[in-house]
């Protein structure tokens, strides 16, 4: 590339990153540039500045100034026509990975533009063993990188095992930094616990987390993120809840105070995977341990092992679920279902003089199943009308926590404890001979000891138990919102089928038969029931299907025989 000293117009580049001293401050790097600059007589046209920008994880390509001046994709002029030259302090300001370096030689190649390093003057494009020094120079800049990445990630890994703060991840929510004499630490978050455990008592209490979340943004109950930027005095930006976010915080271990770790996901090669903008990709969230196996104790626990278990069981026990909006107000949403196509029926609200009706969402498509529709309050009453016969005299029974006599919760955290370590066994740096598995196996010995000792004494371990209310199904019943029913309805299996192209046919499937049964203290139709399918099921009789005034019995060879019902009309 032949290009004379003489009246060029130069474009100064200007990078700076958290890994960089004040050596290489923005205005000494500008100062030095405009000093080349003067020298030899080039007119500064521009400044591309970037700050607080990583050159190993970010192209010249993708920095929101420079990217400016020289386009987004490498093949893209930019303001090329604008400049001859581009001036930098040092390489590593421009690029710090090799292959970033080939992409810039490449642009500048084909839009006729130099590149001038400040300080480094073997840095000289246009000569052909300028551009074999210009790779050298870069691969070193590329090895200089990784070396101060290895370095910071040992103080950064041997800070976290301390139990220390170390920034740069998401702040837990619960918990904000405070400078101590012994580095930065994080305390609970005075503002932010009472909220949690808000939550924690609504998620047990039954409640949908869409609820939570949008009742937590209508009171702007500010995120994790949103309390970090108050903390630190900059503007809140407004981050809404979410349910799956909601989730993920009450089921993260920091809850119990504990350090976690993502580690970087790699290819079939070993190779760490990265995104396209070079950024490394992490998989799920894992508890951090020392050396003996144990988690790293990195704060005060917000929420009590108990508590945490139960969310987490509450939360896991909702998978299968298709939680309601706060909007709900159909009864059968995801319960009823067409008997012609199998789609699920919505909600159709009735005009002037009409009811309200239930329709196969194949009406909104251009070719339906051509089922009609029905009314909404007749399967409504079907439904509420048949799951009370069955319960509504049963005396409803609560799920609650006991935590056990004596060292039961104790001795339930040391099986917790027990089982997390011996699961680490032959894995990593816990592989048989090293000094980390001699520490882990004695660890493990003292704690059975430890379980040997209580399991001795203890009378009663912790864990759910059915308690009476004094309160009858039906009477629990009239007191839910249609929201609450519809999610017991859900919950328990029930499902509702209806074919209405000639006359109206009904199949009604009650689902979870026994898990009703065990939620009352059955008595009546319940009990009756349960009774029954035990007896059927002693004689071969593998299901009882209630259909249009009608019950047919299945056998576990297939065989189906018809009673007709005179207590079920539609």
Request: proline share 4%.
């Amino acid at each position: 590339m032949n290009v004379s000293h003489k009246s060029l117009r130069a474009l100064i580049v200007v990078r700076l990153s958290r890994l960089t001293d004040e050596s290489t401050s923005p205005e000494r790097q500008r100062e030095a540039c405009e000093q080349l600059c003067e020298s030899r007589g080039w007119n500064v046209v521009g400044v591309a500045e970037d700050l607080d920008v990583s050159a190993g994880t970010t192209s010249p390509f993708q920095r929101p100034t420079l990217s400016q001046w020289i386009g987004d994709n490498g093949t893209d002029p930019g303001r090329a026509g604008e400049f001859d030259v581009l001036v930098f302090y040092r390489v590593d300001r421009l690029v710090r990975r090799v292959r970033h370096l080939g992409q810039m030689l490449a642009w500048s190649e084909r839009y006729h533009v130099n590149m001038v390093s400040a300080t480094e003057s073997h840095f000289d494009l246009s000569t052909p063993i300028g551009r074999v020094i210009a790779q050298l120079v870069a691969s070193f800049a590329e090895m200089e990188l990784e070396a101060i990445s290895d370095r910071i990630a040992s103080a950064y890994q041997h800070n976290r095992q301390l139990g220390k703060w170390t920034g740069g991840a998401q702040l837990p929510w619960g918990y904000l930094p405070r400078e101590t004499e012994d580095g930065w630490r994080l305390f609970p978050d005075a503002e932010a616990v009472p909220v949690i455990h808000e939550v924690a008592e609504r998620v047990l209490a039954g409640e949908p987390l869409r609820a939570v979340s949008h009742d937590l943004n209508e009171r702007n109950i500010p995120t994790a993120k949103d309390r970090m930027n108050a903390h630190q005095g900059r503007a809140l930006k407004g981050y809404q809840w979410t349910s799956g976010g909601l989730k993920r915080s009450m089921t993260s271990p920091t809850m119990l105070g504990y350090a976690t770790k993502r580690e970087p996901l790699r290819d079939a090669h070993g190779n760490i995977v990265r995104d396209s903008r070079e950024r490394k990709q992490y998989g799920p969230e894992e508890i951090l341990r020392g050396r003996d196996g144990s988690p790293v104790q990195r704060a005060e626990p917000i929420l009590t092992r108990e508590v945490f278990d139960r969310v987490g069981v509450e939360l896991a026990d909702r998978e299968n679920r298709k939680e309601p909006t706060k909007r709900t107000s159909a009864l059968l949403l995801r319960v009823i279902y067409c008997d012609v196509c199998g789609r699920p029926a919505y909600q159709l609200k009735g005009g002037q003089g009409r009811s309200a009706r239930y329709r196969c969402a194949s009406a909104q498509y251009k070719s339906t199943c051509g089922n009609g529709t029905v009314v909404k309050s007749t399967l409504d009453e079907l439904v509420e009308s048949t799951v009370l016969d069955l319960l509504g005299s049963s005396e409803r029974m609560s799920r609650v926590w006991e935590a056990g006599e004596d060292h039961a919760a104790e001795l339930a955290d040391l099986d917790v404890t027990l089982t997390d370590l011996a699961g680490q066994i032959g894995l990593g740096v816990y592989r048989a001979g090293t000094p980390q598995r001699v520490v882990l196996d004695a660890r493990i010995t003292e704690l059975s000891h430890r379980r040997d000792e209580l399991a001795a004494i203890t009378t009663q371990p912790a864990g759910w138990a059915w308690k009476p209310t004094g309160e009858t199904f039906a009477d629990w019943w009239e007191q839910q919102s249609v929201q609450e029913k519809n999610i017991y309805l859900r919950s328990m299996g029930v499902a509702v089928r209806f074919d209405k192209r000639d006359e109206l046919k009904v199949h009604l499937e009650l689902g979870e038969l026994y898990r009703m049964a065990g939620e009352v203290k059955a008595a009546g139709s319940i009990a009756a029931a349960t009774d029954l399918f035990d007896s059927l099921a002693e004689n071969g009789i593998a299901g009882v299907e209630i259909s249009n005034g009608k019950a047919v019995f299945t056998s576990k060879a297939g065989d189906r025989v018809e009673f007709p019902l005179r207590s079920v009309k539609v």
